[in-house]
């Protein structure tokens, strides 16, 4: 069965440490690639996505993500956290179906 | 201009009752979704709808129906709440199935 696991649920920095979370999938053959971030009490925005080409991806915010394929990977960093970085963190994979997958999340807590 | 927007924002009801949610996209999407995220952040899709034709049902009981009357909204009807449907309901839209979804504001709905 597709599926995506974040293994970091919840992670808390100080300010300016630099973060890493990380996101695998299941084999399935191609798939488009997304993080998007939660921010409390608000909706799903996008970060980044990944379709084809560069494997690194930037995106809003400063945020970056790598592709790796031999590791079906696709870990998202900041290289400087800010305290309104602060959210829950989702990443998502489309397979050759319909839907996206989504993980179960990232809880990123960051203190001045 | 609001790309996807849901009605209403709160809904706090009793257990017994039925209620609907309505969404609209203005982005000239084909599909859209619907999802349940619960008290854990959890985000899992429910249904899915292409050009008004239902393509996914995410074994949802059948007291929540969708409807799409044309393929700029798709409002979700649910007969007989329960406490277990307490949450928040997204809905979002995307060109196509594994393409970038963009998500609603959410609907949180409370069960009393």
């Known amino acids: 069965a597709q599926s995506v696991s974040q293994h970091n649920h919840h992670v808390i920095l100080s300010e300016a440490a630099s973060l890493e979370l990380g996101c695998n999938y299941s084999?399935?053959?191609?798939?488009?690639l997304f993080w998007y971030v939660q921010y409390p009490g608000q909706h799903l925005q996008l970060l980044l996505k990944?379709?084809?080409?560069?494997?690194l991806v930037k995106g809003i915010k400063g945020f970056e993500a790598e592709f790796i394929k031999s590791k079906f990977s696709f870990n998202l960093r900041k290289p400087s956290v800010q305290w309104s970085d602060t959210a829950e963190y989702f990443c998502?994979?489309?397979?050759?179906?319909?839907?996206?997958?989504f993980g179960t999340g990232t809880r990123l807590q960051v203190f001045p | 201009d609001t790309a996807v927007s849901q009605t209403p924002k709160y809904l706090v009801t009793q257990m017994g009752n039925d209620k609907s949610i309505k969404c609209e996209q203005n982005?000239?999407?084909?599909?859209m979704y619907w999802y349940k995220q619960d008290s854990k952040k959890f985000l899992k899709i429910m249904f899915s709808?292409?050009?008004?034709?239902?393509?996914i049902n995410e074994t949802v009981p059948n007291r929540f129906s969708p409807k799409s009357p044309d393929k700029a909204h798709l409002n979700l009807h649910i007969n007989s709440l329960e406490l277990g449907d307490s949450a928040v309901y997204f809905c979002?839209?995307?060109?196509?199935?594994?393409?970038?979804?963009?998500f609603g504001p959410g609907t949180r709905l409370l069960v009393l």
């Open positions: 979002a839209s995307s060109l196509a199935g594994r393409e970038t979804q963009y």
């Open positions: 084999y399935g053959g191609t798939v488009n």
């Open positions: 990944y379709f084809s080409g560069d494997p």
């Open positions: 998502a994979v489309g397979y050759n179906t319909d839907k996206l997958i």
């Open positions: 982005l000239g999407h084909d599909t």
């Open positions: 709808y292409n050009n008004k034709e239902l393509i």
